[in-house]
């Protein structure tokens, strides 16, 4: 049974659609309580969609999988690479600034949309959907798959399949939310570049799970994990270079090769130099913890007295 519940407008909702967020955690929480409902697939995308369908379904405590949108596939535009979370917004400026006419911006707003899915930097709905696999919310190949990739398809099937075997063995979100696991989100979030919204909605997932997270744990874990992914914003790659160098299971691996699950292989575009001929993250941008990109993660908290 479908359930419609409120697409939070990243762009058009004013003043801010993280007023939104919590509307649709109320929504979400309401339509699971108001129907009987043995589990839940969660179908969402952006930063705040996903937070606010996950916080829902954890006061609500009943099996959820979460299946997501993925990134889009990488933009090009006049032989350049182009990323949705930061080049919208520097050729915004050239064409403000007069530097790009009506034409070119045209061309470029077709050429960074490549594909449906979410934005394709390393920006705040990946570190959602990479926080969900640590805590246990997807299914394997769920974290990061590109929305456009032809197996995208069969990752929503093995989601279907995995929550059918979540009701059977009553595995509950507030079974998984525990506190090591939210740390080892916030753990891989710093390993890959980090994003305040990963704050912003982290601490407010935990509290719905009655899990303590405050900023002064985000950096202590922050000080003590190595940033080891060359990921834009701050970074060269997007996050289908990501996905086919090994994504989120190999760089968890690297951040923690104790886990309990050897690194997947490298793709064989990866070992032949990338994906559609460009730059293999795996020669410059998947950091191995004695070779890291920085000694500390993505994030830092900062305190100081405001002027008199």
Not at 10 to 27: G, Q
Not at 29 to 54: M, Q, Y
Not at 130 to 152: I, S
Not at 256 to 268: I, K, L, M, R, V
Request: proline fraction near 7%; aromatic fraction near 6%.
């Amino acid at each position: 049974m479908e359930m419609p519940a409120l697409s939070v407008g990243e762009t058009f909702m004013k003043p801010s659609p993280m007023l939104y967020r919590n509307l649709l955690a109320m929504e979400t929480e309401e339509l699971l309580r108001a129907n009987p409902i043995d589990g839940v697939v969660l179908l969402g995308g952006c930063d705040k969609t996903i937070p606010g369908l996950l916080m829902g379904a954890t006061s609500m405590n009943l099996p959820a999988i979460v299946v997501s949108a993925g990134p889009m596939l990488r933009g090009n535009w006049r032989g350049e690479v182009l990323g949705s979370g930061s080049d919208v917004w520097k050729f915004w400026a050239e064409k403000r600034a007069g530097r790009l006419d009506e034409c070119a911006w045209n061309e470029m707003e077709e050429g960074i949309a490549r594909s449906y899915g979410t934005w394709h930097d390393d920006g705040n709905r990946v570190h959602h959907a990479r926080g969900r696999g640590k805590r246990g919310h997807d299914a394997p190949r769920c974290v990061l798959d590109p929305g456009g990739r032809f197996g995208h398809a069969r990752m929503a099937s093995d989601c279907g399949r995995r929550i059918v075997e979540l009701v059977f063995e009553d595995l509950k979100p507030r079974d998984i939310l525990t506190r090591e696991a939210f740390e080892n989100a916030v753990t891989v979030v710093m390993a890959l570049g980090g994003s305040t919204n990963a704050i912003v909605h982290l601490i407010a997932m935990a509290g719905r799970a009655g899990v303590p997270l405050d900023l002064e744990r985000f950096d202590s874990l922050s000080r003590r994990t190595p940033w080891l992914a060359n990921l834009r914003p701050a970074g060269r790659y997007l996050m289908e270079d990501f996905y086919y160098a090994g994504g989120l299971a190999r760089a968890s691996w690297r951040v923690s090769p104790t886990c309990s699950t050897p690194p997947p292989p490298q793709s064989a575009a990866v070992r032949s130099g990338g994906a559609r001929g460009c730059a293999s993250p795996q020669r410059d941008g998947d950091r191995s913890r004695e070779q890291p990109l920085a000694p500390e993660g993505g994030l830092a908290v900062l305190r100081g007295k405001p002027r008199a």
